[in-house]
């Protein structure tokens, strides 16, 4: 059984920090891509940041500069490291592992405020 665990989300003042985390189960952890989507209120899902098997890595224009993807094959978890955050960012966040199929985790809130 595949299991994409999140964990890490909470609330957080502009400017911020959070380490969002994914715990995989279930799959040939190295050979999938990870993937970090969001889904803000009234918006669709869009791609934050990936990260190959081997480590090559994609961002979203949005967050470039600010958010930091990473991943250990030998633990099979993937961290996102989110850095200078603002109300933009808020959002509940999900894990992604893509390779033929895809499959996603259940999502952890981040809210940005105040």
């Known amino acids: 059984q595949v299991q994409l665990v999140e964990s890490g989300g909470g609330l957080v003042q502009p400017g911020g920090s959070l380490r969002l985390s994914c715990a995989a189960s279930g799959i040939r952890f190295s050979s999938f891509k990870m993937n970090w989507y969001r889904q803000a209120p009234g918006k669709q899902r869009e791609l934050v940041a990936g990260i190959t098997g081997d480590g090559s890595t994609e961002y979203a224009d949005s967050v470039k500069g600010r958010f930091t993807i990473s991943r250990d094959n030998t633990k099979s978890t993937v961290v996102l490291q989110m850095n200078s955050l603002t109300p933009v960012d808020t959002a509940v966040y999900y894990c992604?592992?893509?390779?033929?199929?895809?499959?996603w985790g259940q999502g952890t809130l981040v809210t940005v405020s105040e």
């Open positions: 992604n592992a893509k390779f033929i199929v895809e499959y």
